[in-house]
């Protein structure tokens, strides 16, 4: 844990910090937030599936919350503040509830993975249709298809005229990225990361020693969530419009090709999966030669099939095999993780 | 006499029409070592997870200490203070030796206890040499010993064994038998076996299920020497 | 006493239709255990091979009950032998997979076929009953479901065919050892599982607008379906499409076809977490 401190932390703040300078000189800063934001939602994804064990095929459910949340506590709160805490809280809130269904229940990897999956269609159908006066929140209308609209974005606590956005507001979300970052990797060192680890391994073996494997999985689960309704939140005020395509099956969808693109097992493998792809669709959607659908298809199916680990552990075993002194490399891999630890499923 | 740690009273487990376990009657002392014999079927291993709370019995109560633990999760009665081992080995195959059993001392000892608890259990057990190898990478009898590393970590009162010597070999079986000896002085132990050689060497009383219920519970001389038990069980030289 | 024959024949359609959506998918994970999340998409290209077919001047009926199945079927044949052959096992990976074959798919077909809607009409014409308008290509598609229901039945518990199959799938080594080679099994019944889902496709395309993109309605139902119906195959999809279409229709009639959708994802929900083995997994046990 000392290390943790003395060198990892100043080493991670410094790259940061690079990148975050860097980048805006190659990228525009309205693009890169979204990226940023993108690269959060992967992270979150990518913490509780690549650590955890937890299959979850509607993290985005947990986006749009956060997402609706915010708009909603916005127009009817009109400062940014506590919408944003709001914003957090209700996504977390809800995970807890369903992991709790879920894993007391003793569902396990496809059929986790169903639940999730169908969790998010609810939400996306319901919302969906709720375009008529008479689904109001306060003084929020949900607005079906249509989405809401105009509600207050990112404003200096307590000055509701003082707004962030643009440049500010770009460095404002890489922070928030860099901080969940580090605390997140904080968990992972501490106790109860490392059993979270082991419950992906094993989780008969975890139950076997006393620990409580449905309670733990149920927090972590929230904590993803947490993590997503921020970025949700983020997003809301990017965009400054919410819509049910938060909530789709095709969302879900692209939060996962982001882990396996990126390299599941790792912390920024799905963050550099998410922006990476996240990108391409911005450029690819600039042509129209080739379809960027079929393109992201085939992405996908040439990962799943050669190079299965992702690319950031790809990258790296290059990195070790070019540079690094020969020692062994850790066998279990991402395939594992995906296709279930002893005693999952 | 030392006091009642495991007690079961008239367990049953059915299975559809099954009856794997047959209102079985047990009752293990403080310090005691038992082991549980009998052919393939006999319903030592339901037996076994009746009581860790693998599966939950159909009838019948299990008493652990004087509480009530029928139907109880695995956790909670491992949370007891009882180092379970089942049958094939439960490891966290991605981690290594140190993780592995990092994790069961952590469980009831703060941090720095637990770092110096699993570094002594891994002198204790020979595990040395492959601390930091990744459990997956071991062969079957290393993986036994880690595990069994896994359920000492723990310093438990009740100790269950599953088949803990299963493919290991005659130096290992040695160490194990040391081991639980050793165990004895601060834990009550039961162990599912086949091995006889093994049994014969660390056993004192020793259960014989038969179809589900228990045949006979004496000294394992006796047992071993009795013909029902020799017709039921022992068709072979031992 | 019409209102009652209308409800019977609406409720049998949900049901029927929740059958046919999901045969395919079953026939596949119910014997590979692979979940092929491209299904939906094997469904529009039956659709759109049928509107092709059609336009080229096969008659109707041919085009959807023949033409679709084997073309579709062997698009799936060719998917298997490239793709899902390499990742036997590895059930995540194969859902991963088929995931990235529905997009590209429906990148293909929008790029042969265009994002417009295309569509034919119903080849069979609405009769009344009393005071209600009764569409006919309901109770076409009820038929086929029964058929369908009727032959798979048939297949797997009275031809060697099927014999061999159902060996396979519980223990593909073992039918290896006697002498059955697990490869051609797969090959066939993914064949099979694919042309069900081009047939399921191109009858239903007729009730719909079909894009690239009408996939995506049906294989969140049918993976629904498929999982909740729990290991016995057929039985299995009996009973949760039963059980589903029920549900659905029910609450489309008290409340509105929004509801009914989402009564039946609620209700698939409440099943598997008190059902988590499927309704199979408990009840109905052994059955084909």
């Known amino acids: 844990m000392a290390s943790f401190w003395a060198k990892e932390v100043p080493a991670t703040i410094l790259v940061a910090a690079l990148l975050m300078w860097v980048m805006p000189m190659m990228i525009g800063t309205y693009t890169l937030t979204v990226l940023v934001i993108y690269g959060m939602l992967g992270f979150s994804l990518g913490l509780i599936w690549g650590f955890g064990g937890i299959l979850c095929f509607g993290q985005a459910a947990f986006f749009g919350l956060g997402a609706y949340t915010y708009a909603i506590a916005a127009i009817n709160i009109g400062d940014s503040t506590i919408p944003m805490l709001l914003a957090v809280l209700v996504p977390a809130v809800f995970a807890a509830l369903l992991g709790a269904m879920m894993f007391y229940g003793r569902l396990t990897d496809v ?177 129209s030669m080739i379809d960027n659908t079929l393109l992201t298809g085939i992405i996908l199916v040439l990962f799943v099939l050669f190079l299965p680990k992702g690319l950031v552990p790809a990258i790296a075993s290059l990195w070790r095999i070019s540079f690094g002194r020969r020692r062994k490399l850790p066998r279990h891999g991402a395939r594992r993780i995906r296709n279930g630890g002893v005693g999952n499923g | 006499m030392a006091e009642v740690v495991l007690e079961t009273v008239g367990l049953t487990m059915r299975f559809g029409g099954v009856v794997a376990s047959d209102n079985v009657d047990f009752k293990l002392r403080a310090g005691e070592l038992r082991c549980l014999i009998g052919p393939n079927g006999a319903g030592k291993s339901t037996f076994f997870k009746c009581v860790t709370g693998l599966l939950t019995p159909t009838g019948g109560q299990v008493f652990m200490r004087g509480h009530e633990t029928t139907g109880w999760n695995p956790h909670q009665v491992a ?160 | 006493m019409d209102l009652v024959f209308v409800i019977i024949v609406e409720m049998l359609y949900a049901v029927a239709s929740l059958v046919l959506i999901s045969a395919g998918l079953a026939i596949v994970f119910g014997m590979m255990k692979i979940i092929n999340l491209a299904h939906g998409e094997f469904m529009m290209l039956g659709g759109y091979v049928t509107i092709t077919a059609v336009s080229l001047g096969a008659n109707v009926f041919i085009a959807m009950l023949i033409i679709a199945p084997v073309i579709v079927g062997l698009i799936g044949l060719v998917v298997e032998r490239l793709v899902i052959r390499h990742l036997y096992g590895r059930l995540v990976d194969t859902m991963l997979a088929t995931w990235g074959l529905s997009l590209f798919f429906i990148g293909l077909a929008t790029t042969i076929f265009g994002n417009t809607t295309t569509g034919i009409s119903t080849p069979i014409s609405g009769f009344t009953v009393g005071d209600y308008q009764v569409n006919g290509y309901n109770f076409f598609i009820i038929l086929i479901a029964i058929v369908l229901l009727g032959l798979m039945y048939a297949v797997l518990k009275g031809t060697r065919l099927g014999l061999i199959a159902r060996g396979a799938m519980q223990l593909p080594d073992m039918a290896a050892a006697l002498g059955y080679s697990p490869e051609r099994i797969y090959m066939a019944t993914f064949f099979c599982g694919s042309a069900l889902s081009g047939l399921a496709g191109a009858i239903l395309a007729p009730l719909v607008g079909l894009v690239p993109t009408s996939g995506g309605a049906y294989i969140a139902k049918a993976f629904i379906t498929v999982i909740a119906g729990g290991p016995s195959l057929i039985t299995g999809l009996m009973a949760s499409s039963g059980l589903f279409g029920l549900i659905n229709q029910i609450f489309t009639f008290a409340v509105s076809p929004v509801m009914g959708e989402v009564a039946l994802l609620v209700a698939a929900v409440v099943l598997l977490r008190l059902l988590p083995q499927g309704v199979t997994g408990k009840f109905f046990r052994g059955r084909m």
């Open chain 2, 79 to 238: 949370a007891l203070g009882v180092g379970i081992k089942t049958q094939v080995p439960n490891l966290m195959d991605g981690l290594d030796v140190f993780e592995n059993i990092w994790m069961a001392a952590r469980r009831f000892l703060p941090m720095q206890d637990a770092m110096r608890k699993t570094t002594e259990v891994i002198e204790r057990l020979a595990l040395g040499p492959i601390a930091r190898t990744e459990l997956g990478r071991l062969a079957h009898g290393e993986r036994q010993r880690v595990e069994l590393g896994l359920v000492v970590a723990g310093d438990p009162w009740l100790v269950l064994l599953d088949e803990p010597a299963a493919g290991m070999s005659a130096d290992d079986v040695e160490r194990m038998s040391d081991i639980i000896r050793e165990m004895t002085r601060t834990a009550a132990v039961v162990i599912v076996e086949h091995d006889m050689q093994f049994i014969r060497s660390i056993a004192n009383t020793v259960t014989v299920f038969h179809q589900g219920a228990v045949l006979m519970e004496d000294h394992v001389d006796r047992v071993m020497a009795d013909l029902t038990v020799r017709n039921v069980y022992l068709g072979k030289k031992a």
């Open chain 1, 111 to 287: 059929y986790l993975g169903v639940i999730t999956l169908v969790v998010t269609l609810i939400l996306f159908k319901f919302i969906n249709s709720t375009a008529g006066p008479e689904y109001v929140i306060g003084k929020a209308r949900l607005g079906g298809f249509n989405g809401i609209p105009g509600f207050q974005t990112l404003n200096v606590p307590g000055q509701p005229n003082d707004y962030i956005y643009g440049d500010p507001y770009y460095y404002f979300c890489a922070i928030l990225l860099l901080i969940v970052y580090l605390l997140v990797s904080w968990l992972l060192k501490s106790s109860f990361g490392r059993v979270a680890v082991g419950i992906r391994e094993n989780e008969v073996r975890v139950a076997l020693m006393g620990y409580d494997v449905r309670a733990r999985k149920t927090v972590l689960f929230a904590a993803g969530a947490a993590i997503a309704g921020l970025a949700g939140a983020l997003f809301a005020n990017w965009g400054e419009i919410v819509t049910p395509n938060l909530f789709s099956l095709g969302q879900s969808a692209e939060i996962i090709i982001w882990c396996i693109v990126g390299g599941l097992g790792t912390r920024i493998g799905p963050i550099v999966g998410a922006a990476g792809l996240a990108y391409l669709k911005f450029l690819l959607g600039q042509q």
